[in-house]
């Protein structure tokens, strides 16, 4: 029997392990047809406008960003490339461009499609919290 009223330090080491703090994801929304920022949003709105933002965002060209941010998506714009060529970089970009977030746990079932000029994207984010984000047809510029 142990004189202190206090638990071993393994047992407390344990417990603080188990502690896990999820992180609110609360941002400014962000409208891109009206160059606005309006109120506040969570969750897998949240999530949705980042997934987008960091698409979009070329990695490497702003300050602001650290290296981890945006994607490399506008190198392929423009380019000469196969369609075959773009069905296999598009996924290893946009996978690195998001799962370094601490949301994302996944990045999966790629769907690259060409309409003339347009290219098109569909894709499933799968969420650390075990949800499921898709993104159906997100235009992406050539």
């Not at 160059?35 to 999530?47: F, K, M, P, R």
């Not at 702003?62 to 598009?90: N, R, T």
């Amino acid at each position: 029997m142990a004189l202190s009223p206090f638990q071993p330090i393994e047992e407390r080491v344990d417990a603080v392990d188990e502690i896990t703090t999820v992180e609110p994801s609360k941002t400014y929304r962000l409208s891109y047809e009206s160059n606005e920022i309006s109120g506040l949003i969570d969750g897998e709105e949240a999530l949705r406008q980042f997934i987008i933002k960091a698409i979009t965002t070329a990695r490497f060209r702003f300050l602001i960003y650290d290296e981890q941010y945006g994607s490399e998506l506008d190198e392929l714009i423009g380019a000469d490339v196969s369609l075959e060529l773009l069905q296999m970089e598009i996924p290893r970009v946009i996978t690195e461009a998001l799962i370094y977030d601490d949301r994302v746990a996944d990045v999966t079932d790629f769907e690259v499609t060409r309409d003339g000029d347009k290219l098109f994207v569909s894709f499933r984010v799968v969420t650390t919290e075990g949800e499921d984000v898709i993104l159906d047809e997100m235009e992406v510029g050539l």
